[in-house]
């Protein structure tokens, strides 16, 4: 179990983003394609207690390995970043894993994609981001608070608003006031 610490933010596009990580020594790790699949119990008791539980696939757009992981967040901790405990378990299998936590009584949520270009810089992981409906997005992840907000900052991202909101919170939230009942939103 580890705490995830990180600071999202929404952008319009990548490309001086890329630059400023370029010009500050960033590496590029790769990108992938992932479809996520989250999961709550018939009730919302998930939803209801600020918890997540999905199962990810990750595709690399070069190579076409896939890695799987099942995931649990627990509640969002007080503070300016979004923190919050997660626990993740590596399978090999999607189709095993969503049989599992449906024989376990939970039920698919939502399903999205979601376009990932991953950069390390420093002691953090930046992730570029892209949804349908939602856009692009930026999530700087790090060891602690003051690392994740350095990385903001020579990013040239402190300006830019905190979300603490989860992408399957902001996609229900589309999805609600756009009027669309699909809980499986992918790329055209």
Wanted: with cysteine; proline share 2%; net charge negative.
């Amino acid at each position: 179990m580890a705490i995830e610490i990180e600071a999202k933010m929404r952008v319009e596009d990548f490309g001086a983003l890329i630059g400023h990580l370029k010009q500050q020594g960033g590496r590029r790790l790769g990108k992938v394609l992932e479809t996520n699949i989250f999961f709550d119990t018939p009730s919302r008791q998930l939803l209801a207690g600020d918890q997540g539980l999905r199962v990810r696939t990750s595709e690399d757009v070069v190579s076409g390995n896939k890695q799987i992981v099942v995931t649990h967040k627990g509640p969002r901790q007080q503070g300016e970043l979004k923190s919050r405990q997660e626990t993740e378990l590596i399978v090999h299998d999607e189709q095993i894993a969503v049989q599992l936590l449906e024989a376990l009584g939970f039920v698919r949520a939502m399903r999205f994609a979601k376009k990932r270009e991953s950069w390390q810089l420093d002691g953090c992981r930046i992730e570029l981001d892209e949804l349908p409906h939602l856009g692009r997005f930026v999530e700087i992840e790090g060891p602690n608070d003051v690392e994740v907000l350095q990385i903001r900052q020579k990013l040239g991202l402190q300006q830019a608003e905190l979300i603490k909101a989860s992408y399957s919170q902001l996609l229900a939230k589309y999805l609600h006031d756009h009027g669309l009942t699909s809980q499986d939103v992918r790329f055209e």
